[in-house]
């Protein structure tokens, strides 16, 4: 058997130059494309509180819902925010109201209204540090400390590609399975939780003995995403890194990690989340008071 006959499909040999299928199959086939901008007018609405997040509630989605809590448990009440739903499976990301604030089409985006001019910002990174240093927390100033924040902080980026982009797309979203591309990014998801679980068998969170920005980018991720939207928990064997599920365990009974985990997000139980949130009542009627 020659190469090409080996592999998938069969007698497969890439082109000199790529160009587009009419279709490719699996979750998102038929939205994604070669090229970037509006495929569609639609203005995005606007709610009554200083800052507007457009998103959905993946693992990205629940980083800066998460952030948003938090502030408004530390009593930073000019975090107030209403969260809309853009449902990235029905390519709302598409519209032309999104790519005006994010040229890149990727969930979430957030709106500073109570800056002149307003002021958007993308990337959950960017939102994140934004954030932080608007309302002056979960960020550190000391030097050591804010540096040790924006290691984990940027390894989260760097690596998120190959949980989700990776591992989640082949495992959960392709159209058919290929042991070649589960077993690659499998290989790296599992490298990827052991540098976790080393480094926090010696730190309480991320940065250290401070609960930062890292943490919140991180915890939906590595490993939320591998227990919920990808169900790839058992199969990469998650359970066997003991110092990583504390760390994971401990943050997920943060009351405010409770609430923002719910926000921009679908169920087939309508009482287990909630599609969008622009009063801190919305989530009270699933989060329990006490978890405020």
Known sequence: MN??????????????????????????GSSNRPVSGATFEKALPIGKHPLQLYSQGTPNGQKVTIMLEELLAAGHTGAEYDAW????????????????????????????????????????????VYLAEKFGVFLPTELQARTRTFNWLMWQMGTAP???????????????????????????????????????????FL???????????????QPGSLYGVYNTHEFVGVEEYV?????????????????GRVVNRRSDNPGGFLLERHDASDIDAIVPTTAR
């Open 85 to 128: 739903l853009i449902d990235i499976f029905k390519g709302d990301q598409f519209g032309s109201g999104f790519t005006e604030i994010n040229p890149n089409s990727k969930i979430p985006a957030l709106v500073d209204r109570s800056s002149d001019p307003v002021t958007p910002v993308f990337e959950t990174g960017s939102i994140l």
């Open 243 to 259: 110092h990583l599920l504390r760390w994971y365990r401990a943050i997920g009974e943060r009351p405010a990690v409770k609430r």
């Open 3 to 28: 190469d090409a006959q080996q592999n998938q499909p069969a007698g497969y040999v890439p082109p000199k130059v790529w160009s587009q299928k009419t279709t490719y199959g699996g979750a998102f």
């Open 207 to 221: 940065a250290g003995d401070q609960y930062t920005i890292a943490d919140m980018a991180v915890w939906p991720w």
């Open 162 to 204: 190959f949980v989700g982009g990776g591992l989640g797309h082949f495992y959960a979203y392709a159209p058919f399975k290929i042991e070649y591309a589960i077993d690659r990014y499998a290989m790296e998801v599992k490298r990827q939780l052991h540098v976790l679980d080393t480094h926090l068998a010696k730190n309480e």
